[in-house]
Every structure is written in C-alpha cells, then in structure tokens.
C-alpha cells in the first residue's frame, strides 16, 4: 500500500484552526487604517512581509525591538526585548488575527501570514521604519497596553503594579502595627480598599489593551 504525501494545506490548517482555501475578504479602509495607526504593528507587519512560511513569534518581537532601539537583535538587552515581547504577545498580534491579517497560534508562538500583510505593507514605508524607531517627535501616537509614556518616562504596567503592592502592603503592616487606628480604617476597609485598586488597575489594562 502506498503512502500519500502529507497534504501542506491541509496541515496549516489543522496548526491554526483556519482553512487556506477559502476567500480572503478585502479589509475595510477603516479597519486598514486603524491596523496602521501603531508603529509596531507597522514593523511587525513589514517584518512578516519579508518572511515565508511559518514565523516564529519571538523572531518577530526581537527585530521590532531592535528598529525600535537602532540597534541589531544580537545587541538587544534583555527588557527592551522583552517591553516589545509583551506588547505584541498581548495586544498586537492578537489584534492582527482577529482582523485576519495573520494565523496566530499564541500557546506556540507561532505565525502563518495571509495576503493582508502585502495588501497592508503598500501602504508602509519601510526604508523610513528604522528611522522613525529612534526620531524624536512631538506629533501624539498611540501607545501599546504595556507603556504610556509620561513626560521623559515610560509607564510601565510592571512598574505600576509593583508600587502599588509596596503600597499595599505598608498600609497592612501600619495597620497591624496600631500605626492606622482602627477607629479611623477599620483593616478589613484596608483589604477592601487594596483589592478594589488591584481590581480596578486590571480592568483599566485591559480596556486599554483593547482601544490599541
């Protein structure tokens, strides 16, 4: 009995849950320019256009940081290929294939473009990419989930919640201590009010994952 080869096709399409044979339907102007509004969709898009074949997620990530910092992938340092990471790992790349632009399996990190990325890199210059990486700019852009910035500092959501647990837990050993008169703050209103701001923190990353 002969063996009959693995069909390529239909193999993508067991990896990444779509099926390559279907039409692809034209994106709206609107949806174009709203994937073409963040600057690391732009190079990740403009990365993936040059790319055959299944792309590795973390491929991605270190060239877009590498534009990002006018620097190569083997000079990256550890977080400014990690801000990147996070970035298009939560809010980017999931953002692209619910468009359609790309097969994104998350869990594998692992990328299958469709003829979007094309359709959206002729809009893309992308000789000027690495130059706008490090130009400095007065123009508002969008920023990721992951950072904002804020004057010559660069919110980091890390950076947030670690504060805000060496808040939480100074207020709690104050109380503990008598330090915070229970008359005053009960401790369980403390423990309230530390487990809403956590609450609330969470809820505002992810609306603002969603608007990038």
């Keep these: 009995m002969s063996t009959q080869p693995q069909n390529t096709d239909a193999a ?22 709203h994937l073409l509004q963040n600057e690391r969709r732009r190079m990740a898009l403009a990365y993936l256009n ?7 997620m973390r491929d991605v990530a270190e060239q877009v940081a590498a534009w990002e910092n006018d620097t190569t992938v083997q000079q990256l340092h550890s977080d400014e290929r990690q801000r ?9 790349l999931p953002k692209l294939d619910d468009e359609g632009v790309i097969e994104y399996n998350q869990s594998r990190g692992l990328i299958e473009t469709t003829p979007h990325v094309a359709d959206l890199c002729e809009y893309i210059d992308i000789p000027q990419l690495a130059a706008e990486a490090d130009a400095d700019t007065t123009a508002p852009v969008e920023t990721d989930s992951s950072t904002a910035p804020l004057g010559d500092y660069e919110f980091e959501w890390s950076d947030y919640y670690l504060g805000l647990s060496g808040l939480s837990t100074l207020t709690l050993l104050a109380s503990s ?36």
């Design 12 to 33: 993508l399409s067991s990896e990444f849950g779509g099926d390559p044979t279907e039409t692809v339907t034209p994106l709206s102007k609107d949806n174009t320019f």
């Design 50 to 56: 040059e790319q055959t074949g299944t792309v590795e």
């Design 84 to 92: 990147v990471y996070i970035a298009l790992y939560q809010t980017h």
């Design 177 to 212: 201590a008598g330090l915070i008169p229970a008359s005053i703050i009960p401790q369980f209103a403390i423990v309230v009010l530390v487990v809403t701001a956590f609450a609330l923190s969470a809820a505002g990353q992810a609306v603002m994952a969603r608007i990038a």
